[in-house]
């Protein structure tokens, strides 16, 4: 009779109870406009619930190639290199926004135009894969232009 009723109670038991929120949240995904055949750029914030994890890449269907990078000042010049990966802590979120650490998309094989959105995959090292939705926004608080910064000299830090 205890086993009937156990069985009774974990069959009331709403499957949904059972699913757990993924670790790592990505949101508020976004790009500016950008033309076919230019760079792009894609800024984002991940929050990790979880063990500690590292992104350590990106790809989106728009661009031929998508990589993580960091802008940096370097005796009042502005520069940009690229990362390997980021780390991700528990409870801490990670930011990627203007000036800072970004997803640089090369090589865009379509207009990003303000108001559409598109596909990026992040990777995890432990998490795998993530899609996020990047929306496109008109112009921005930092304008940067990526074409205009100092790529000579700039080390990539794997």
């Given at each position: 009779m205890r086993?009937?009723?156990?069985?009774?109670?974990l069959a009331l038991i709403?499957?949904?109870?059972?699913?757990?929120?993924?670790?790592?949240?990505?949101?508020?995904?976004?790009?500016?406009?950008?033309?076919?055949?230019?760079?792009g750029v894609v800024y984002l914030t991940v929050t990790d619930s979880g063990a500690p994890d590292r992104l350590t890449g990106?790809?989106?269907p728009v661009a031929a190639s998508a990589a993580l990078h960091e802008s940096i000042n370097d005796n009042g010049i502005r520069k940009m290199r690229p990362v390997a990966s980021l780390p991700v802590e528990s409870g801490k979120t990670l930011k990627l926004s203007p000036g800072g650490y970004h997803i640089m998309l090369e090589g865009l094989k379509q207009a990003l135009t303000a108001g559409q959105s598109f596909p990026v995959t992040l990777s995890f090292e432990k998490?795998?894969?993530?899609?996020?939705?990047?929306?496109?926004?008109q112009g921005g608080a930092h304008t940067m232009d990526h074409g205009h910064m100092d790529m000579h000299g700039m080390m990539d830090m794997r």
């Open positions: 086993r009937f009723i156990i069985a009774v109670t709403p499957v949904g109870a059972f699913a757990q929120q993924p670790a790592i949240q990505v949101e508020n995904a976004w790009s500016r406009g950008a033309a076919a055949g230019g760079t990106a790809a989106s998490a795998g894969p993530i899609v996020a939705t990047v929306s496109v926004r």
